[in-house]
């Protein structure tokens, strides 16, 4: 595609619930990262796929987070029995390859638990 | 850990008048990279400017510059003719040379008065 795709754009689920985000990066970008963005905050570094080589998980928050990604294409970021505190903006961006500066990133979904 | 401090939460100017954001960040690593960051509304993060922390000019990218200063560990963003259009959010990041991920600044809201 011509830019890095997120969905849902918005969802809101109850506290307790599984969520799965989904992020399509572009066409031929090996890497692939996912952002948190809290209110009125930057963004923190959760998660890096290069290839098929083993994630950097460093920044997940907890083992409530986990995050897949089969190959160079779609990527699903999974928030396990959610809290209040994960309501964000969950944010994606890929890149041609490691050491690229070209990140595009996508437009995020807000997540809201109630 | 590398940290990124942006101490402006808010700033305005007047249309055509020239701005600039502050930024400052922490780290004990020589090569590294530097990027300005724009977040309208949509939430999608736009690459305003990138700075190589191994070169010694500052960059510059059409009405966007900067002013870097390495010892002092200082990267402020200079907008001129400032326009309706760059209202948004502007957030620094730091990238070492040696990783992958983003560390991000907490953001400062740009206004502009027309």
């Known amino acids: 595609g011509a830019g890095v795709s997120q969905s849902p754009s918005n969802k809101v689920t109850e506290k307790g619930k599984d969520v799965e985000l989904r992020c399509d990066p572009i066409?031929?970008?090996?890497?692939l990262y996912w952002y948190r963005q809290r209110l009125g905050q930057g963004l923190e570094f959760l998660i890096y796929?290069?290839?098929?080589?083993?994630?950097?998980k460093s920044g997940l928050p907890s083992d409530r987070f986990s995050a897949e990604r089969t190959g160079e294409s779609v990527s699903t970021l999974t928030i396990q029995r959610t809290q209040q505190e994960d309501s964000a903006v969950y944010l994606c961006?890929?890149?041609?390859?490691?050491?690229?500066?070209?990140?595009?990133f996508g437009s995020g979904t807000r997540l809201t638990v109630v | 850990a590398q940290t990124v401090t942006q101490s402006q939460p808010e700033m305005s100017v007047q249309e055509a008048e020239t701005v600039t954001l502050s930024c400052t960040y922490d780290?004990?690593?020589?090569?590294?990279?530097l990027f300005w960051y724009k977040q309208p509304p949509s939430r999608q993060m736009i690459l305003v400017i990138r700075?190589?922390?191994?070169?010694?000019q500052n960059a510059t990218e059409n009405r966007f510059s900067v002013n870097f200063q390495k010892a002092a560990k200082s990267f402020s963003l200079k907008i001129s003719d400032s326009q309706l259009g760059d209202a948004a959010m502007y957030f620094c990041?730091?990238?070492?040379?040696?990783?992958?991920?983003?560390?991000f600044g907490q953001g400062t809201r740009l206004t502009i008065n027309p």
């Open positions: 961006a890929s890149s041609r390859r490691q050491g690229q500066f070209d990140y595009t």
């Open positions: 066409s031929g970008h090996t890497a």
């Open positions: 796929f290069q290839g098929n080589s083993a994630p950097d």
């Open positions: 780290t004990s690593e020589s090569d590294y990279y």
């Open positions: 700075q190589e922390a191994y070169k010694q």
């Open positions: 990041a730091y990238r070492s040379a040696k990783a992958q991920k983003l560390v």
